[in-house]
C-alpha cells in the first residue's frame, strides 16, 4: 500500500496544454546562438585535434565518465601522458547500463542522442575509424503520446530531434570506440580527496596516496563538488566557487517495468508545474529494440522524482503500478512482471541527475572555466554555457579542455 498522504501523480482529465518541453531550454538556447551567430564548440576544437601539441607534460584526469573518457582518449591521441583516477570501480558514470534485466541494453542513466550523429565521429576523431552505431528516431506518424488523458503527438512531447540506441547505449560507444586504447591509464577505486595546485606541480591526493602533474581536468558531477567531497588549495576563485554553490543540479530517478504485453504508446507525460520543478515520462523502453519484451521506462527529474525516493521495495512499486493502473484501467498491475529502479541521488560518487535545464547559461559558463593554467573543468555541466545536461554536452566540453589545455 502507498503510505498516506503519498498519492499517484496521475494526468488530470483536462483540456491538454503544451506542458511538456523535455530538453527544449537547452535546444532553444541553441537554435537562438546559431540565429545570432554565436559559434559552437566544435568547430574550433576538433579543426586541429591531432596536429598542435604545444603541452607535452602530464595529465591527471578525475572521473571515467563521459566526459573523463573523452578527454583522456583525446590527450592520449597527441601522446600526452595521462592518468585517470576513477572514484567507483568501473568506467561510465551517469551512463550506467544493466545488461542482465533485458535482452537488450537498458540504460540507466543516460539515454538517447539528443544531437545528430556527427557527436561520434567528433569523439572518435579518427577517419579511419567507422562508428557502427544504430540509432533509430521516433516516427512523427506513428508514435504518440498520453498527457492529461489526451493523446499528443511527438513534437509535444518534445522528441523531434532525439533518437533511441539499438540494442546498444553510451556506455557501449564509449567501451567499443574510447576506452580500449586509455584503459591501462585508468585507476579505479582511487576518489580524489584534494587538489593542490599552488606550486609547480598540481598535486592530487587519494586516501592512499599522492600524485602530481603538470595539469588536472576535473569532470566529477557537479555534485560532488557541491558536497565538498574534493578540497582545492588554494581555494577556488569566488566566483568560481558562487557559481558551484548556487547551481541547481536535478534529482533524479529512473525505473524499467517488464510486462507481459504492451498497452502504452511511446510516451506517457505528467505536467509539473512550474516546468522549472522538474520532469516525467514514462516510456516504451523496447522501442527499436530486436527484442519481443515489453519494458516501459520511467524517466524523472527534479521533483518528479521525490515519490519514488521516498519509497522502496513494495511500497515504491505499487506507487508506479497505481499510477500506471488508473491510466490504463488496471492493465499495469494485471500484466506486470518484474522491475528494476536506479536512484541517482543514492549513487555513490554521483549523487544526482545533471544540471537542470533551466540553469542561467553565464553560470554555467563559469562552471566550464579553467583556473590558473592548471585546473580544468568537463563535463555535462561545465560547458561554455551553449548547450549542458547531456553526454554530447560532456564530451565537448571535454575535448573543448583539451584544446584549452594543449595551446
Not at 24 to 48: D, T, Y
Not at 167 to 191: G, K, M
Not at 243 to 266: C, L, N, Q
Not at 276 to 301: C, E, P
Amino acid at each position: 500500500m502507498t503510505p498516506a498522504g503519498l498519492q499517484p501523480n496521475v494526468p488530470r482529465r483536462i483540456q491538454y496544454r503544451p506542458l511538456i518541453k523535455l530538453n527544449m531550454n537547452r535546444k532553444e538556447f541553441l537554435k537562438m546562438c546559431a540565429i545570432a551567430g554565436i559559434g559552437l564548440p566544435f568547430a574550433s576544437a576538433l579543426s586541429s585535434c591531432k596536429e598542435r601539441v604545444g603541452f607535452k607534460g602530464k595529465v591527471i584526469v578525475v572521473g571515467a565518465g563521459p566526459a573523463g573518457l573523452t578527454a583522456a582518449y583525446h590527450l592520449h591521441q597527441r601522446g600526452i601522458d595521462v592518468q585517470v583516477l576513477e572514484a567507483a570501480s568501473t568506467f561510465g558514470g551517469r551512463t550506467k547500463t544493466n545488461t542482465t534485466f533485458a535482452d537488450f541494453p537498458i540504460p540507466l542513466g543516460a539515454e538517447w542522442l539528443h544531437t545528430d550523429r556527427t557527436i561520434f565521429d567528433n569523439i572518435v576523431n579518427d577517419a579511419s575509424t567507422a562508428v557502427a552505431v544504430e540509432t533509430t528516431q521516433y516516427n512523427p506518424d506513428v508514435d504518440y503520446g498520453l498527457f492529461e488523458g489526451q493523446q499528443i503527438t511527438v513534437a509535444q512531447v518534445g522528441f523531434t530531434d532525439d533518437a533511441k540506441f539499438i540494442n546498444s547505449s553510451w556506455l557501449d560507444f564509449f567501451q567499443t570506440y574510447v576506452l580500449p586504447p586509455i584503459a591501462s591509464r585508468i585507476e579505479y577505486n582511487s576518489a580524489v580527496e584534494s587538489i593542490d595546485y599552488s606550486g609547480d606541480q598540481v598535486l592530487v591526493t587519494t586516501p592512499d596516496r599522492q600524485l602530481s602533474a603538470d595539469k588536472v581536468i576535473v569532470t566529477v558531477p557537479l555534485k560532488i563538488l557541491q558536497n565538498g567531497a574534493i578540497s582545492f588549495s588554494p581555494a577556488l576563485p569566488t566566483h568560481k566557487q558562487e557559481a558551484i554553490d548556487e547551481a541547481t543540479v536535478w534529482d533524479g530517478f529512473k525505473a524499467f517495468i517488464e510486462f507481459s504485453e504492451s498497452f502504452y504508446p511511446a510516451f506517457t507525460a505528467f505536467d509539473i508545474s512550474p516546468e522549472t520543478a522538474g520532469q516525467k515520462l514514462y516510456y516504451d523502453a523496447s522501442y527499436g529494440q530486436n527484442t519481443s519484451q515489453h519494458i516501459l521506462g520511467l524517466f524523472t527529474v527534479g521533483v518528479g522524482s521525490h515519490p519514488y525516493q521516498q519509497l522502496s521495495g513494495t511500497d515504491q512499486l505499487n506507487y508506479m503500478l497505481t499510477e500506471l493502473d488508473q491510466i490504463y484501467n488496471g492493465q499495469a498491475s494485471a500484466k506486470y512482471v518484474r522491475h528494476t529502479t536506479q536512484d541517482w541521488n543514492a549513487e555513490p560518487y554521483i549523487n544526482g541527475a545533471y544540471l537542470y535545464d533551466h540553469e542561467n547559461w553565464r553560470r554555467v559558463r563559469v562552471l566550464g572555466e579553467s583556473v590558473g593554467d592548471k585546473v580544468y573543468f568537463a563535463g555535462e555541466a561545465y560547458t561554455n554555457g551553449q548547450n549542458w545536461g547531456g553526454v554530447d554536452a560532456a564530451a565537448t566540453s571535454a575535448i573543448t579542455a583539451v584544446e584549452e589545455l594543449v595551446s
